[in-house]
């Protein structure tokens, strides 16, 4: 039996979710496990984690509201995922915006084409 055996709470002790508690939902080799509860379910190296003596009773692969009813049951936070509101997009901007393109000439300066034909009219 290994330290990381899937159930064990642990706390993670590196990266962003560093002082945070977790549990260990699947081990993927003697290096990596992927961890749940109050962190964001991902693969993670054993050497970021501290175990705990505490143990979940856990099936491996398990759901997040498996693991957020074993965390209530103990007390501990869960990580929640909040949805991104969408901004409507505005359609028909490309138009508009090659519309006023074709519309917005620049004007010819006429002292430019009046000394040029100056020019041309002394020269020959």
């Given amino acids: 039996m290994s330290i990381f055996d899937v159930g064990r709470v642990c706390v ?5 979710d560093a002082g ?3 549990v260990v939902i699947e081990k993927v080799d003697t290096q990596f496990v ?10 993670v190296n054993t050497k970021h ?6 143990t979940v009773d856990l099936k491996g692969k398990t759901s997040h509201v ?14 929640e995922t909040k949805a991104k509101k969408v901004a409507p997009r505005q359609l028909h901007l490309k138009k508009k915006r090659e519309a006023t393109a074709v519309t917005q000439k620049k004007p010819v300066k006429k002292k430019a084409v009046k000394e040029a034909e100056e ?6």
């Fill in 12 to 16: 993670k002790i590196a990266g962003r």
């Fill in 20 to 22: 945070r508690k977790c």
């Fill in 34 to 43: 992927v961890v749940d509860g109050d962190v964001r379910r991902k693969k």
């Fill in 49 to 54: 984690l501290e175990p705990l003596e505490t």
């Fill in 66 to 79: 498996d693991v957020k009813t074993a965390f209530s049951k103990l007390g501990f936070p869960v990580w």
């Fill in 119 to 124: 020019m041309v009219s002394e020269s020959v």
